[in-house]
């Protein structure tokens, strides 16, 4: 069930805790989500499913996974990996609910800064970070294949106590 608060136009979405025998179906998913020299090898993606405070959320759609979230957490610190939602299955604020149910899942971890990369030619992943609060942070050069650069971006988390929403 997504976060409370959160508005969706995906009637029938289900959020779930990844377990290891969804490991391929996310790998699916990523391999279907990005290029080949940016999707996560199976190597990876086990590595990244292996960190410190490693969570994934899945969203199922008539009993179907079609979409992502991986995030870690230490200290007060939470990195989102990657979100990745089925190309038919965007534009459906998919991605805004397993944004919002993880970053209640780390306010509930104490986790006060979330931090994150994406693509610099990447307008809409851009558009979508700054509509949820991510501020650029930086620029990680040479990040991606081929010489791409990425934006570092953070956001800062408040307890729902503090009077601030995340």
């Known amino acids: 069930m997504p976060a409370s608060g959160a508005k969706t136009k995906a009637q029938g979405l289900r959020l779930r805790t990844f377990h290891f025998d969804d490991f391929e179906t996310i790998y699916n998913i990523d391999q279907a989500c990005y290029s080949r020299d940016i999707a996560y090898s199976r190597r990876e993606l086990r590595w990244y499913l292996n960190l410190p405070g490693a ?40 991605g805004t609910i397993l944004l919002r149910e993880a970053e209640a899942r780390f306010v509930r971890r104490h986790v006060k800064t979330v931090e994150l990369e994406t693509a610099t030619n990447n307008s809409a992943g851009i558009a979508f970070w700054k509509n ?33 929403a995340s």
């Open 55 to 94: 969570e994934a959320i899945l969203a199922e759609f008539d009993g179907k996974v079609i979409a992502f979230i991986l995030t870690a957490h230490w200290d007060h610190t939470g990195h989102i990996v990657t979100i990745d939602v089925l190309p038919e299955f965007r534009r459906k604020h998919i």
């Open 132 to 164: 949820h609060g991510y501020l650029p942070h930086g620029i990680l050069k040479n990040y991606y294949p081929d010489g791409l650069d990425a934006h570092a971006m953070i956001k800062s988390l408040k307890a729902p106590d503090d009077g601030a």
